[in-house]
């Protein structure tokens, strides 16, 4: 099993828990029913019943979404390992590829710094002043 894909033992422990999952909450129905059938009074037993009832499907449902969250865990995983695959292809073929461009680029060119012109004092945005909280806060410190 050491090459096995981990999305198909991602849906194989999932299909476990399922019906362990589901067994158990069969065992907590039958459970609940039996303790029905034991009720004293019509009412108790309809009560018992409808706990039962409700236990089962609240425990189906948590079934289902533990699946479905399974399923949706391996199949995130296989594409990404498909993903994965697919790139490390690609940067293979990329590599043993040869570059078309291989000459060498002439750096003989000789780069000018071009200057920007200053700024008026008119050009200039106005500026906010500065926030004078620090200096409030150390003036009522000082009154203390």
Request: proline share 3%; charged share 35%; aromatic share 2%.
């Amino acid at each position: 099993m050491a090459e096995a894909d981990l999305d198909a033992i991602i849906r194989q422990l999932a299909k476990q828990q399922t019906k362990a999952l589901t067994a158990a909450v069969k065992k907590r129905r039958d459970a609940l029913l039996a303790r029905a059938a034991k009720a004293k009074d019509a009412a108790g037993k309809a009560q018992g019943k409808a706990l039962a009832t409700a236990a089962y499907e609240q425990g189906l449902a948590a079934a289902k979404r533990l699946q479905t969250a399974a399923d949706n865990a391996a199949d995130a995983y296989a594409r990404a390992m498909r993903k994965a695959a697919e790139d490390a292809a690609t940067a293979a073929a990329a590599a043993s590829k040869p570059k078309a461009d291989d000459k060498p680029k002439a750096t003989a060119k000789s780069k000018t710094a071009k200057s920007k012109p200053a700024k008026a004092a008119g050009d200039k945005a106005e500026t906010k002043p500065a926030k004078t909280g620090a200096k409030k806060k150390a003036a009522k410190k000082a009154k203390r």
